[in-house]
């Protein structure tokens, strides 16, 4: 697949920027990672898949949900404020209102042995499109700056610290990714 994005495939406008985000909205539950590097890496070519790695870090860092802080980025990348406040508009729009059925929903099918195992079930398949979007992603670890066995040390340690230890996590962002950032940085500057 070719890393370069396209002089062409921007969003043409805020209208075309608020669907596109709409749809992504509607399509992503759980794990929403996936959806959104398939649509605007791969679909759309908005963005390469270094940028979208950059970009869902960052995401990640600020408060808030992940898909709303990227929405937000790309937005602003495009249109500038208007940019962003379409995207966010059409990322939390039709959710909105999906979210106000179901809860409905389930405050009446709450107690119902079938609800329950459909839950279950979407929890499973959020983990494991997280998974996958993971794997897919490291490809872009080719051209990190740090060794792979750096990378992945500190995965690992991220992976203990969170889903073993169950630290808080902003003892992970804090403590790995300062080691992170600093030991990219200084690796960058040589």
């Known amino acids: 697949m070719n890393n370069s994005v396209a002089s062409e495939p921007l969003p043409r406008n805020l209208t075309h920027l608020f669907i ?3 749809l992504l909205a509607l399509q992503g539950f759980g794990g929403v990672m ?14 390469t898949d270094e940028q979208f790695v950059e970009d869902w ?38 959710p909105a209102g999906v979210v106000i059925l179901l809860a409905l ?13 459909a839950l279950r079930g979407m929890g499973a398949v959020a983990a ?20 792979k066995a750096a990378c992945a040390v500190l995965g690992a340690c991220c992976f203990l610290m969170i889903a073993i230890m169950r630290w808080p996590l902003a003892y992970a962002l804090l403590g790995l990714g300062t080691i992170s950032c ?6 960058l500057k040589r």
């Open 182 to 187: 600093t030991a990219t940085f200084l690796r």
């Open 57 to 94: 870090s960052v995401a990640q860092l600020l408060p808030g949900a992940n898909i709303i802080n990227l929405a937000l980025i790309i937005g602003n990348r495009y249109f500038g404020v208007r940019g962003a406040l379409t995207a966010l508009a059409g990322i939390l729009c039709a």
């Open 20 to 22: 596109a985000f709409t």
């Open 105 to 117: 929903l389930h405050s009446r099918f709450a107690d119902n042995p079938g609800v329950i195992g």
């Open 34 to 47: 996936m959806v959104v590097h398939r649509e605007l890496v791969e679909k759309k070519r908005w963005l």
């Open 128 to 147: 494991g499109l997280i998974a996958a979007t993971g794997l897919r992603l490291l490809k872009s670890m080719k051209i990190h700056p740090l060794p």
